[in-house]
């Protein structure tokens, strides 16, 4: 940049305007920023292809130690002698927690961006807008902090001692939520995630609800159309690429997310039927046992380290086929 | 170019500087953290001399010591002897600590709950599930137990701690050494787990009804209850500094090639059963000879001079014998 400011200065005190020159040096310019722009795009690429790359050769021991089979697998035994490791117990937890947590926050973000925007009175909005934004703003391990000591003992006392007896003796949902109530467990992990992932799904929601053209609504409004018709049939089917967008986002929290579980979870290898069991996630675990770990236990936690990759991956993936879908049939 | 010199003339005067304070770099154990940096503390004021101490994890600090990053390494599990054979390496006992059962019982006091090693393995184990189960009765007879289900809590990060406390699980109780073992890191049966020892403290405190372990000095810095064990030599014992040495003095490092000892389930009457040492790694041949000379300078300061500022923290130095066999080695070994 520099360089072409001293060129055109130069030029101008050269005297005669030399169009040829000029142009080839705009040219340049052009040229310039395209390749620059380019090499910071490809070294995107580059980075995932170099990280990629290192967790393949560290995970490749466990890989050719366990197989296939390490995917399902529940024991972690690694002070077994040759150490038995599989990660079917982190991997239930990380897709238990995640799902659980976004049948929660799914609705409740967008019944609070769709409040903020269609129904809220102009004093109310800043500070329920700002307290979101707060929300988005504290440190995970706080979040931890808060559920290890408010929010767990809390849920272990009041709330699922009722879930406990309310489903006791009900087929399937009498094992899901069966007792002892914990204040470490995977629902207790599960809420705490919610809650993290809460201001993700709404400010990203209120920021493309805005969007919506005020004729569009006013046209729905003006045939008789109820607030929650308007909503249902204008606000979301226009902003949804972006509402899914955040939904996707809130998800690649929820799925790797490692201190505020790590500290709510109760770090269990062993998959429970009840979900106030403890249990862990992959991220949990390799957070939790990496320090220490040496030879098959390291290469394993580095294998559970690519299959949150992966598994990221195939979410997004997912995600953006399942736009590409939507785009296709309102196109037609 | 004369102001280029000029940087450069002072960037080489740091770096001679800072390479003449020669800072002893040690890395390890997260459970001797708080001595070593109360040690390197003192010994600065002293001599001028800085020590870096990262707590890292034992594993890591084997590790960084294998990968010559650090003038020593720190371990709560000892290497095996031919493992330091491999390697090059020196290693010895620094300072003990010990592990204690800690419960959360309502109306039960420090030291009142007794249990023995195949007891605490079986609640381990998950074969005992209530605190009114007939065995912990029958040891505990005069206690007002409740029927409670027992929270069992353990560290879910790998640790000297866990690493010693299964070791004297899987010395107490067979069943324990098939079906668990012993390691930093094991297969647990039952029970959640919290990082580090402020972690199980923590849960512990929360949790009625739970039972965990955690080094003597964190269950005394949070008033934790207690409990008393049952020693090899079937006497019941209280851990206070008196029975943790008494399992040290107990031991025979002597014989023990690399000081390959873990100080669990030692005999003599007086013995807390769960005792355990925490160990320096150091290369016989070091790569920086001059680090390494001030490293073996601090240590022999810390055996000398140490030894209470060990004791404030709940640490127990090393017996006088042990420490005249660990200099020999030094002489012997390292080559400086």
């Known amino acids: ?272 039927g009840s979900l106030f069991g403890p249990g862990t996630t992959i991220s949990a675990a390799i957070a939790s046992e990496f320090a220490e770990s040496d030879g098959l236990h390291q290469s394993a936690l580095i294998l559970l380290g690519l299959l949150l990759f992966v598994l990221t991956f195939f979410v997004l993936s997912g995600a953006r086929l399942m736009l590409m879908r939507l785009e296709k049939k309102a196109g037609n | 170019m004369k102001f280029l010199k000029a940087i450069v003339a002072v960037g080489l005067m740091a770096a001679s500087t800072s390479a003449f304070a020669a800072d002893i770099t040690g890395a390890g154990a997260t459970f001797p953290f708080p001595v070593y940096s109360k040690w390197a503390d003192a010994y600065k004021k002293e001599t001028g001399n800085g020590l870096n101490y990262q707590s890292i994890g034992s594993g890591a600090g084997i590790k ?109 109780s067979p069943d324990w050494k098939t079906k668990v073992g012993m390691g930093t890191a094991v297969e647990w049966p039952v029970g959640v787990g919290a990082k580090g020892n402020e972690g199980v403290a923590g849960n512990i405190s929360q949790t009625k009804n739970a039972i965990g372990y955690v080094e003597y000095a964190y269950a005394k810095q949070n008033k934790l209850t207690y409990a008393g064990m049952i020693n090899k030599a079937g006497k019941t014992v209280q851990p206070t500094v008196a029975s943790f040495q008494a399992a040290a003095s107990n031991a025979d490092w002597a014989k023990a090639p690399g000081y390959y000892v873990i100080l669990t389930d030692q005999p003599g009457d007086a013995s807390w059963p769960i005792t355990a040492a925490t160990f320096i790694l150091m290369h016989k041949v070091p790569a920086d000879k001059a680090a390494s000379a001030e490293a073996i300078k601090f240590f022999t300061w810390a055996f000398e001079k140490g030894d209470k500022m060990a004791e404030e923290l709940d640490y127990i130095p090393m017996p006088e014998p042990v420490v005249k066999l660990i200099e020999k080695t030094w002489s012997a070994d390292i080559k400086s």
Not at chain 1, 44 to 53: E, K, M, N, S
Not at chain 1, 113 to 129: H, M, S, V, Y
Not at chain 2, 110 to 129: M, R
Request: charged share 15%; with cysteine; proline share 6%.
């Open chain 1, 1 to 272: 940049m520099a360089d072409m400011a001293v060129q055109s200065s130069s030029m101008e005190a050269a005297g005669p305007y030399d169009r040829a020159k000029a142009l080839s040096a705009f040219k340049f310019g052009d040229q310039a920023f395209y390749w620059i722009t380019r090499l910071c795009a490809m070294s995107v690429l580059l980075l995932l292809g170099g990280i990629i790359l290192s967790l393949i050769a560290g995970a490749w021991p466990a890989m050719k130690e366990y197989g296939l089979a390490f995917l399902w697998t529940q024991r972690w035994a690694p002070a077994n002698d040759p150490p038995v490791l599989g990660a079917l117990g982190p991997i239930y937890g990380t897709l238990v927690t995640s799902v659980i947590a976004m049948a929660i926050a799914i609705p409740v973000g967008l019944g609070i961006a769709i409040f903020l925007t269609e129904l809220c009175p102009q004093w109310l909005r800043r500070p329920i807008g700002m307290a979101i934004e707060l929300l988005a703003g504290i440190p995970s391990i706080i979040y931890g902090m808060w559920g290890f000591f408010v929010l767990g003992p809390y849920l272990a006392d009041h709330v699922q001692p009722f879930m406990i007896a309310t489903f006791e003796g009900v087929p399937v949902l009498g094992t899901i939520f069966a007792g002892p109530p914990s204040y470490l467990s995977l629902f207790n992990a599960a809420l705490i995630l919610a809650i993290m992932v809460l201001p993700f799904i709404t400010s990203i929601s209120v920021d493309v609800f805005k969007t919506v053209p005020p004729v569009l609504k006013e046209a729905a409004y003006g045939v008789g159309c109820t607030t929650w018709e308007v909503v249902r049939n204008v606000v979301i089917p226009y902003t949804k690429v972006g509402v899914i967008g955040g939904i996707m986002l809130a998800l690649g929290r929820a799925l790797g997310e490692t201190m505020a579980v790590t500290f709510i979870i109760g770090n269990s290898f062993r998959i429970s």
């Open chain 2, 64 to 172: 960084q010591i294998q990968a010559k990053t650090v003038t020593f390494g720190a371990t709560d599990a000892p290497l095996k002897a031919e493992q330091l054979e491999k390697d090059g390496l020196v290693q010895w006992p620094m300072v003990m600590g010990a592990i204690v059962p800690v419960v959360n019982l309502e109306g039960i006091a420090s030291g009142e709950l007794v249990l023995s090693g195949e007891l605490l393995a079986d609640i381990y184990l998950g074969k005992v599930t209530k605190w009114d189960d007939a065995a912990i009765v029958k040891l505990n007879p005069k206690l007002k137990l409740p029927s409670a289900a027992i929270t069992v809590v353990r560290r879910s990060d790998g640790s000297g701690t866990t690493f010693n406390f299964t070791d004297y699980l899987a010395k107490a």
